[in-house]
């Protein structure tokens, strides 16, 4: 069956390693469409979005050799950018292939990528921005075709930040005619990464870490082997988990550097909490309420994907506590599947109140999407009785074996 059961109660005590960073890894794989050659993206995540982008890249005529290591992408075999549908629909990074395929080959046809449950997913910003670089863009009713003979650099002031449009805009400037400034950019680690595996590539860019970037395009990139930076997102949800169950649990590789606005969280509602150069330390359940509201923000605010996380800590302690969304415009789909579990949850638009309340009580909820599936398997953690998490894979889009993580660190967990 598509589903996790867990055996809800127990105290955690264990540890885990934490896996190559999904966000990171799906723009290093498009950037290594820039790169006539083969790269070699050590720590990359053996999960589903991984499968399909690695999918598009072969039907781009890449040859992709997965390795206990990592994976190796040789594009010498690249033709016209004309993605597979059945893989495009699937999830948001194709977006991402755009910006590189237009530098490489000048042409991409694709359809519209999906929206999912938490947003409308727009690419609006995406197709403005890269027709202000010379990118000529017919739309259709189920796609768009873009044609580029050279990319021009461009000073773009975005309307607000976006990790995809910067990430877009780096792949397209950084081959491209002249200088590209990209303010606001999004400063997320996962941009830093790209960033260091396109300079160490011999790219041209300045203001990693800030929210201007400015790429000098350059002629052309050399192959490179990369390692993909650990997964904070994944280390906060192993995170969420003791402050719901309790315990001591150590997070191998765990980003600590990365985390601090959910590290200053967690160790607000009583997590206590060590960070090592190994990794991160956490002990004991959540058994403060935060006595202010959890405000989600563009990096290095509080990420988004681990709203629903947090939700679930709230829900579980029983303390309580309010959530505003900031980024996306449906991230609370959780609040129904929670609420059967006996939370007391109100939501008036981008606010989320969760009420103090009684011990929640497993019994089957459904996944919508990633991140929020994964809360669900964290809130049965500690919920009483046996509980079923179904549709599994949304959850094995981004964590490479959730049951066996939480089982290391002594959950009670298999899938059903
Ligand atoms: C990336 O999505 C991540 N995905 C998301 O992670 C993450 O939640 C998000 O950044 C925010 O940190 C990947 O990296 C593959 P945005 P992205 O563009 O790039 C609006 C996960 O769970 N917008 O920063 O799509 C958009 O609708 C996923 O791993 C437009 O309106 O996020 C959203 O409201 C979920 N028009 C806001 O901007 C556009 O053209 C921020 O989105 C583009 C975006």
């Known amino acids: ?10 105290v955690l005590s264990g540890q885990t390693k934490i896996q190559g960073s999904k966000n990171a890894s799906l723009p290093i794989l498009a950037a290594t469409l820039l790169i006539d050659g083969c790269c070699e993206i050590e720590n990359c995540p053996d999960i589903s979005d991984v499968y399909h ?15 206990e290591s990592g994976v190796l992408v040789d594009t010498r075999g690249v033709k016209e950018g004309d993605m597979p549908s059945d893989s495009v629909g699937v999830m948001r990074s194709s977006i991402m292939l755009l910006g590189a395929l237009l530098a490489r080959t000048g042409l991409v046809a694709m359809e519209y990528p999906g929206g999912c449950v938490i947003g409308k997913r727009p690419i609006d910003q995406h197709l403005r921005a890269l027709r ?14 873009a044609r580029a003979t050279r990319l021009r650099g461009a000073v773009h002031e975005l309307p607000f930040v976006s990790v995809g449009v910067t990430e877009n805009l780096i792949l397209a400037a950084v081959l491209a005619e002249g200088e590209t400034v990209i303010h606001p950019a999004a400063r997320e680690p996962e941009i830093q990464a790209l960033c260091e595996f396109l300079i160490r590539a011999g790219g041209k860019i300045s203001g990693v870490g800030t929210d201007c970037l400015v790429v000098k395009g350059v002629k052309k990139l050399y192959p490179v082997r990369f390692y993909v930076p650990a997964d904070r997102i994944v280390a906060g949800t192993y995170l969420s988990a003791c402050l719901c169950a309790g315990g001591r649990v150590f997070l191998a590789d765990a980003p600590c550097g990365q985390m601090q606005s959910v590290i200053d969280c967690a160790k607000r509602m009583g997590g206590r909490l060590r960070e090592m150069p190994e990794g991160l330390l956490v002990e004991g359940k959540a058994c403060r309420s935060l006595e202010s509201r959890l405000v989600t923000a563009v990096y290095p605010g509080f990420p988004t994907d681990l709203q629903s996380l947090f939700m679930v800590v709230m829900a579980v302690s029983g303390l309580g506590g309010e959530i505003e969304e900031t980024v996306f415009e449906n991230r609370f789909r959780i609040v129904p599947e929670l609420i059967k579990l006996g939370a007391d949850i109100r939501v008036r638009g981008n606010r989320a109140r969760i009420c103090m309340g009684s011990r929640l009580c497993n019994t089957i909820v459904e996944a919508k999407e990633l991140r929020g599936g994964a809360a669900l398997v964290v809130a049965a953690l500690s919920a009483e009785g046996t509980g079923i998490v179904t549709n599994r894979h949304y959850i094995d889009r981004g964590y490479e074996d959730i049951t066996r993580s939480l089982r290391e660190l002594g959950a009670d967990i298999e899938l059903a």
């Open 1 to 10: 069956m598509d589903a996790i059961r867990i055996y809800g109660g127990k």
């Open 53 to 67: 982008m690695l999918r598009l890249l072969e039907s781009l005529g890449c040859r992709v050799t997965r390795r």
């Open 132 to 145: 202000r670089m010379g990118v000529e863009i017919t739309e259709g009713q189920e796609g768009f075709c």
